[in-house]
T-cell receptor
């Protein structure tokens, strides 16, 4: 069973608008969460992370929000740009330190 | 540094054949991970090594899959015999320490088993 769930396989937004990508997890013991971005024919690259002791982390246009009670996190991209078009993977750090990834959400930002 | 290097980029083979995927991690990194990406399951961890020693292979789907890391600069993932359901993108990744968000991925090997 998937411990990290990204229920939206795809998302399309207009350039300049906000993109919101969602992620749910099942294990309340997870204490660190990450987002990775993947372009076609490339490997995923680290984007932003958040510790469970925080509820928000911001890096430029990217902000991750964590709602521990709901076991939910989201990635906000404001404003969205065509270069943000990629697959975004949510990940949680497992008890051994290894990363557990979701299925990914494909974001398309249209000019 | 050249990053994590994987070969081949693409592999097309017939069912029943042996497939070997190769990975060269970033120099100095002590952890190496093999992931598989499919539409159904996303990015799945297959196995990871610390200082060339396999730590957790619970993600390896079947005995047909095996992985080795004979030295700090080389790892292989072997599938024997291969089956059509093994078709996926296989990623190798490395990091310095496991509690390190900077997990560096290779470009992946697109495997197609006909």
């Amino acid at each position: 069973d998937q411990q990290v769930k990204q229920n939206s396989p795809s998302l399309s937004v207009q350039e300049g608008r906000i993109s919101i990508l969602n992620c749910d997890y099942t294990n309340s013991m997870f204490d660190y969460f990450l987002w990775y971005k993947k372009y076609p024919a490339e490997g995923p690259t680290f984007l932003i992370s958040i510790s469970s002791i925080k509820d928000k982390n911001e890096d430029g246009r990217f902000t991750v929000f964590l709602n521990k009670s709901a076991k939910h996190l989201s990635l906000h991209i404001v404003p969205s740009q065509p270069g943000d078009s990629a697959v975004y993977f949510c990940a949680a750090r497992g008890s051994q330190g290894n990363l557990i990834f979701g299925k990914g959400t494909k974001l398309s930002v249209k000019p | 540094d050249a990053g994590v290097i994987q070969s081949p980029r693409h592999e097309v083979t017939e069912m029943g054949q042996e497939v070997t995927l190769r990975c060269k991690p970033i120099s100095g990194h002590d952890y190496l991970f093999w992931y598989r990406q499919t539409m159904m399951r996303g990015l799945e961890l297959l196995i990871y090594f610390n200082n060339n020693v396999p730590i957790d292979d619970s993600g390896m789907p079947e005995d047909r899959f095996s992985a080795k890391m004979p030295n700090a600069s080389f790892s292989t993932l072997k599938i024997q015999p291969s089956e059509p359901r093994d078709s996926a993108v296989y990623f190798c990744a490395s990091s310095f320490g496991i509690y390190n968000e900077k997990l560096f991925f290779g470009s992946g090997t697109q495997l197609s088993v006909l």
